[in-house]
């Protein structure tokens, strides 16, 4: 099975950046996207970023556009998320994940155990 390990979560003042790593390993073939999404205490799911393994094309959710950039290494089996400007409101645990749908490439299919980030003021 697919396995993914996020890592690089921890605390920072607003206004801060920390760059999140996620390292992904098993059986990928069918993964055509990679992408990021977080959970905050007492709301829903927010689907953050996306990258296509394949083109590099991007989805950025319009609560982190300008702030946040997905990437991926060349071998495809680790993304990044880079989060710049940080807002409190950004503290949540954020989970990488690999979508196979080759439409809705924001529809995670596995994802980590995921890594917190807290943003203080």
């Known amino acids: 099975q697919v396995q993914l390990v996020e890592s690089g979560g921890g605390s920072v003042q607003a206004g801060g950046s920390l760059r999140l790593s996620c390292a992904a390993s098993?059986?990928?073939?069918?993964?055509?996207?990679m992408g990021w999404f977080r959970r905050a205490p007492g709301k829903e799911r927010e689907i953050l970023a996306a990258?296509?393994?394949?083109?590099?094309?991007?989805f950025y959710a319009d609560s982190v556009k300008g702030r946040f950039t997905i990437s991926i290494d060349n071998a495809k089996n680790t993304v990044f998320l880079q989060m710049t400007s940080l807002k409190p409101e950004d503290t949540a645990v954020y989970y990488c994940y690999c979508s196979t749908n080759r439409v809705l490439l924001t529809r995670p299919d596995y994802w980590g155990q995921g890594t917190q980030v807290t943003v203080s003021s």
């Open positions: 990258i296509t393994r394949s083109s590099s094309s991007t």
């Open positions: 098993g059986p990928t073939f069918s993964t055509y996207a």
